[in-house]
């Protein structure tokens, strides 16, 4: 069975400055989805980015990146330019391609930013 | 489009009562998916549908039942409610349309069982 972690339950990073979240995943598919979500206090689950596993280049959202290590099952998200809306848990998500199509997540990360 | 709503937004059940969480979706989308949200934890599936008529089991299916008779709802019981059950419950749904299906998600309910 797939399954992701995130290593880091909390994360701080002050205004505009660039922080980086961790992501590894197991899995023995050659070909999946990887997605950072972001949930406010308002609870609800916001895509922020999506990795293609087949796709060698970084995905990239504006002041969003991520650095996908495919060969170390390594997905981490980088943002730049903090900005104190960025402020929220981020998860970390697998899906594999067919079947249910489901999404497999990590226990999140909580990221404060700090004015 | 009101995209993905869920009602009710908060609940709270006494041990062994029953409920129904609705879950509508508007987008015409043929998958649909119940995920639970323990806290400090991430979403875990517990049924989901790829179409009117077909449902199946996720990850934590016990103590749950769905059904989906259309493509817009996919309603979530809880037949004997139970602590274990305290959760935020989130639906979710896609359109199966090449490689790029993204997963929408409804506001989420929060149910308290004591």
């Known amino acids: 069975a797939q399954t992701v972690t995130q290593s880091q339950p909390e994360m701080s990073v002050q205004e505009a400055e660039t922080v980086t979240l961790s992501c590894t995943y197991d899995t023995s598919e050659s070909d999946y989805y990887l997605f950072w979500y972001k949930q406010p206090p308002s609870r609800q689950m916001i895509l922020v980015i999506r990795?293609?596993?087949?796709?060698?280049q970084n995905a990239t959202e504006n002041r969003f990146s991520v650095n996908f290590q495919k060969a170390a099952k390594s997905f981490s998200l980088k943002i730049s330019d903090s900005q104190l809306g960025d402020a929220a848990m981020y998860f970390c998500a697998y899906r594999a391609l067919g079947g249910s199509e489901k999404l497999v997540f990590g226990k999140g990360t909580k990221l404060t930013v700090n004015p | 489009n009101a995209g993905v709503t869920q009602t009710p937004k908060f609940r709270i059940l006494k041990i062994g009562q029953s409920m129904t969480l609705q879950c509508t979706q508007d987008?015409?989308?043929?998958?649909m998916y119940w995920y639970r949200q323990d806290p400090g934890m991430g979403l875990k599936l517990i049924y989901y549908?790829?179409?009117?008529?077909?449902?199946d089991k996720g990850e934590v299916p016990n103590g749950y039942n769905v059904s989906r008779s259309t493509t817009e709802d996919f309603p979530l019981r809880l037949e004997l409610a139970a602590p274990s059950q305290t959760s935020v419950y989130f639906c979710a749904s896609s359109y199966l349309q090449g490689r790029n299906n993204e997963q929408f998600f409804g506001p989420g309910t929060r149910l308290t069982v004591l």
């Open positions: 990795q293609e596993a087949y796709k060698q």
């Open positions: 987008m015409n989308h043929n998958y």
């Open positions: 549908s790829v179409g009117a008529g077909i449902t």
